[in-house]
């Protein structure tokens, strides 16, 4: 299904977006600590990988149990936002009833820091010490559930391992390869942000999401997630984006970036340019606390909202 790279909803539900209050959802956390230290005993590996993987990403083992449930991989360089992604789309999930628990055979059963990770998740979504937390969910698929049903799998990984700007043309891990090779639909959910970098890794990020797109299936989608929206002039009131002076943006900073999603349909071209979606969205603010550290504050449950409709379009479409 061709989703408008406008919006990357319907018109139905970008009204029910426009016209949302601003107020936070009852009884979800808004407002996290972010301290030196944590509340809980987990490896200070914030890959959470072992040396040998470290050393070499080729050696890393993973593996996908359930072959036909969906996996939404959050795609992007290091650093630019996929856990704090995850932390606010598992936020936003739980408080509208669905169920987010960690794939725990996604790793070897002797990898004891990914254990760790999986009985500890819930705490590291919701410690006051979150942003040490974070740090270490860096590498893990998390299944969704809605009344017992799986949604989808949302993978996050080390950025370095999609797209090192240092390293441009560095090969897929295997384990990437894998997760491209398997029978599940996937939804690529690749991040961009603004005035990110230099002009030469930008165009190298460009490159590597058009190869990218050569290896993707018939079945896969794309939703392009403008991280940091909060950032820019674009954000003209709580929830209402001007989304196409944020597309022109991206299409000014990394240019060429949707062409290889354009729609090549003789009559549908017309009517949707682009076979992918577009979401604004920002996980929140993050205040300097007195000891070094960070208050997180989560954003509006809005931009939550927005990519969630844009997600299940896709994996349902």
């Known amino acids: 299904m061709a989703i408008d790279i406008n919006t990357g909803i319907t018109p139905e539900d970008e009204n029910k977006v ?20 944590s509340e809980f005993d987990v490896p200070t590996n914030n890959k959470g990988l072992s040396s040998e993987e470290l050393n070499d990403p080729n050696s890393i083992k993973v593996t996908i149990s359930d072959p036909n449930t969906p996996i939404v991989v959050l795609y992007g360089p290091p650093s630019c936002g996929k856990t704090m992604t995850l932390v606010r789309m598992t936020r ?12 725990k055979t996604f790793r070897p059963s002797y990898d004891e820091n990914h254990k760790q990770l999986c009985e500890n998740f819930d705490l590291m ?16 698929l998390v299944k969704v559930l809605k009344d017992g ?7 996050e990984a080390p950025g370095e391992h999609y797209f090192d700007p240092k390293k ?3 090969p897929y891990p295997a384990y990437v390869n894998e997760i491209l090779n398997s029978t599940n639909r996937k939804v690529w959910a690749i991040i961009v942000e603004p005035d990110w970098s230099d002009k030469e890794p930008r165009d190298n990020y460009v490159t590597r999401i058009r190869k990218l797109k050569s ?14 929206i909060d950032l820019t002039n674009f954000v003209q009131g709580v929830g209402q984006v001007n989304t196409n002076e944020a597309i022109r943006d991206i299409q000014n900073l990394y240019q060429n970036i949707f062409k290889p999603f354009e729609n090549t349909n003789p ?11 577009f979401v604004p969205f920002m996980t929140g603010n993050y205040t300097p606390t007195m000891n070094g550290g960070f208050t997180y504050t989560e954003s509006h449950y809005i931009y939550a909202q927005r990519l969630w409709q844009a997600m299940l379009k896709l994996i349902n479409g």
């Open 92 to 103: 936003y999930l739980v408080s509208q009833g669905y169920t987010v628990v960690p794939e």
């Open 149 to 155: 049903k799986p949604i989808c799998q949302l993978l």
């Open 125 to 140: 979504i919701n410690s006051n010490n979150a942003a040490v937390s974070t740090k270490r969910i860096s590498f893990m």
């Open 168 to 170: 441009p043309n560095e």
């Open 267 to 277: 009559i549908t071209k017309y009517f949707t340019k682009y076979n992918c979606g």
């Open 18 to 37: 426009q016209n949302v209050s601003t107020e936070f959802i009852p009884n979800t956390p808004t407002n996290i600590e972010l301290e030196h230290g």
């Open 215 to 228: 290896m993707m299936t018939s079945r896969d989608k794309v939703v392009f997630v403008y991280n940091k």
